[in-house]
């Protein structure tokens, strides 16, 4: 857990990650409050804002008597919103750190592609 | 919006788990108290049996010698043990008591309901043994432990279960007083309290020999007899028990 | 919100010392909350006065809505786990759990024999002579099965090693759990509980310095460093918590920095350090700046 950032935005994030990565596909049933905080030895409450937060992004919704469960369309939703974030989170530091460096724009772009066909190959 | 609690448990409850807390754990209470009792036997027949071996076997003698231990102040080591009991029992339990939540007016009148029952029970053991004493022909040495002067050889047995019941319940209650004040003052305030009253009987006894009242101290207590002085001594033992409690409801359990 | 205490301008003092000095705060209805300070601060005092061992000077104390002194209604739902709590002389290990639920009416013996066991708790060891540790294991057993609806644990960790700190923790999390109730931990072992509270409340010399959510607080504060210069500007006619600093470094505790800020800062070429909630405690109660290029040239 990261000790400078509020834990219940850390929760959600986890979670976040989880569906985009396909671990918790959706309509699947996701681990309960209690399960959570034991797992990651934090507070219930806290464990429960943090699913509560995407509960109100209509990321998860809940079956009354089951439990919490992946809504429908929630991956593509959390995509999008990770890609706008994409250029404020990770392309404008790797700018700034380029321009620390004394390393031109059209260089970070040719370590661009040739990083990917690296990856590629 | 405020939670509240529920109703407290009845009092008699409450009541009940102090005296618990006493009893708790039996060797305190019970089993110390015996073996300094057992001890203290044991030496004292020890005593008889040689002071019989070496007296004259006619009666007179033996007489005697059975009247004079009667006059033996050993049985009262067993009270004095009592007062030891009810400071620690003030001290120790009190601490925990409260740190376990109990209020200290239940504390108070739990260990005195605790102390009164002991009393109680001491008493009529000690009344038991007595009979005992007298039956065995005084453990089979003359030896007189049970029946002592002091609580009046010729009155009838429930008299002298009165008498010793009063002399356990003042010496449970004085030792429950002092326990309190050092719970509250701490041993330098036990010290004062005890200057003082040398100071003041000391005192008193110093203006009895100026005033020759000595002889109207003996008159008075001739008049009353054992079961009077016994009875008064009742009033100072409700004294020291109200000392205690009022001592007792500002105290902290602070080390 | 249902508040199970509140205190109001709350006062102790001994002597001449304000052991707790103008106090006022509510507790909310099964929350677990910190109580965090230095030693001295007044943490063990405000519980004692909470629980009714010790008397107020003067203000006020509610706890679930009525003064806890010689209330026995209200007592009866306090469990107070002190460090320094007093057994009877002779008093062994079976004692004191023999007799501990006849004292708290919401006692759940089979958790009890539960936690015996995994504490390891020797039964016939006598109170005044066994370990720190575990003297300090049987108050965390006797807390946690206590289930009153208000637990005090006054630093009950000591002497405990790391795997029985942990056992607790994580018993406390699973119980809280299942069996919400309010519980205040006093600890200075800051990092390590903090991710179990929820709320924090830091003392200082007997006042209050914070009362606030822990989610707050995380993230309420972070560190700059870099260039004097830069840090300066950087930090301009903000709050600043801490300044340390060597030679041309200097590393700065602000309060409060959003997203945009700490973008700002990162492209001003400014490194942005972690401030954990103990860091930000010990920050907030120790009041010294530290420069060592000062310390060096005097």
């Known amino acids: 857990m990261d000790e400078s950032r509020p834990i219940f935005q850390q929760i959600a994030e986890r979670i976040e990650n989880d569906i985009i990565a396909g671990t918790l596909p959706e309509e699947t049933q996701v681990p309960s409050t209690n399960e959570f905080a034991a797992f990651l030895r934090i507070n219930p409450a806290t464990a429960g804002k943090g699913v509560g937060l995407l509960v109100e992004a209509g990321i998860l919704y809940k079956k009354r008597g089951i439990g919490m469960f992946v809504a429908a369309g929630a991956r593509d939703r959390l995509l999008a919103e990770r890609r706008d974030r994409f250029r404020d989170q990770y392309v404008a530091p790797l700018l700034a750190e380029a321009r620390k460096l004394g390393i031109t724009s059209r260089d970070v772009v040719a370590l661009i592609t040739d990083t990917q066909k690296e990856n590629d190959s | ?255 | 919100m249902t508040a199970v205490v509140e205190v109001r301008d709350l006062t102790k003092h001994y002597g001449k010392v304000h052991a707790v000095d103008g106090v006022s705060f509510q507790l909310e209805e099964n929350r677990i909350t910190g109580l965090l300070g230095r030693n001295g601060a007044g943490k063990t005092t405000l519980m004692s006065l909470l629980t009714a061992q010790e008397f107020a000077s003067s203000g006020s104390i509610e706890v679930f809505g009525a003064s806890p002194l010689e209330n026995a209604a209200v007592l009866q739902q306090l469990c107070f786990i002190k460090e320094s709590q007093k057994y009877p002389d002779d008093f062994k290990v079976k004692h004191v759990l023999r007799t501990a639920p006849w004292f708290f009416p919401h006692w759940d013996q089979r958790f009890a024999d539960r936690l015996v066991t995994e504490f390891r708790l020797p039964l016939d060891g006598r109170m005044k002579k066994i370990s720190r540790g575990q003297f300090s294991a049987v108050g965390v057993v006797v807390g946690l099965a206590s289930r009153a609806p208000l637990t005090f644990f006054d630093e009950p960790y000591l002497g405990l090693d790391a795997v029985a700190r942990q056992l607790f923790y994580d018993r406390l999390l699973e119980d809280y759990a299942e069996h919400p109730r309010t519980v205040v931990l006093s600890t200075h072992l800051i990092d390590e509980v903090s991710d179990l509270l929820e709320h924090v409340l830091v003392i200082d010399s007997g006042k209050l310095l914070v009362d606030s959510a822990a989610d707050e607080l995380r993230g309420s504060a972070a560190t700059v460093v870099g260039g004097r210069e830069a840090v300066d500007r950087f930090v301009g006619t903000r709050e600043v918590l801490h300044r340390d600093g060597i030679g041309g470094l200097a590393s700065v505790t602000v309060a409060g920095l959003d997203d945009a800020e700490r973008a700002a800062a990162r492209s001003a070429g400014l490194e942005l350090g972690q401030v954990s909630l103990q860091q930000l405690v010990v920050r907030l109660t120790s009041g010294t700046a530290t420069d060592f290029t000062e310390e060096l040239s005097a």
């Open chain 2, 1 to 255: 919006m405020t939670a509240i609690a529920p109703a407290a448990r009845p009092l008699s409850r409450r009541l009940g788990n102090v005296i618990r807390l006493h009893m708790a754990n039996p060797f305190t209470i019970f089993l110390t108290p015996l073996l300094v009792v057992s001890a203290i036997f044991a030496i004292n027949w020890m005593i008889w049996w040689i002071i019989r071996t070496l007296t004259p076997n006619d009666p007179d003698s033996v007489a005697n010698v059975s009247a004079g231990f009667q006059y033996s102040g050993a049985t009262l080591w067993i009270f004095v043990y009592m007062m030891v009991i009810a400071i620690m029992a003030m001290n120790l339990t009190f601490s925990f008591a409260l740190g376990f939540g109990s209020t200290r007016r239940d504390f108070i009148v739990g260990s005195g309901l605790t102390f009164m029952g002991l009393a109680a029970a001491y008493s009529v053991v000690y009344i038991l043994l007595a009979a005992v004493e007298a039956w065995t022909g005084g453990w089979g040495v003359g030896g007189s432990m049970f029946n002592s002067i002091y609580f009046g050889i010729d009155s009838p047995w429930w008299l002298r279960l009165f008498h010793v019941f009063a002399l356990f319940v003042f010496f449970f209650a004085i030792g429950s007083a002092f326990g309190a004040m050092y719970v509250r003052y701490k041993a330098r305030g036990l010290i004062l309290f005890f200057s003082v009253l040398s100071i003041g009987i000391l005192g008193g006894a110093a203006l009895l020999t100026v005033s020759g009242s000595w002889p109207a101290v003996g008159t008075f207590f001739a008049t009353v007899g054992f079961t009077g002085a016994y009875a008064l001594s009742l009033i100072v033992s409700a004294i020291a028990g109200l000392a205690g409690y009022l001592i007792l409801r500002r105290a902290t359990p602070r080390s």
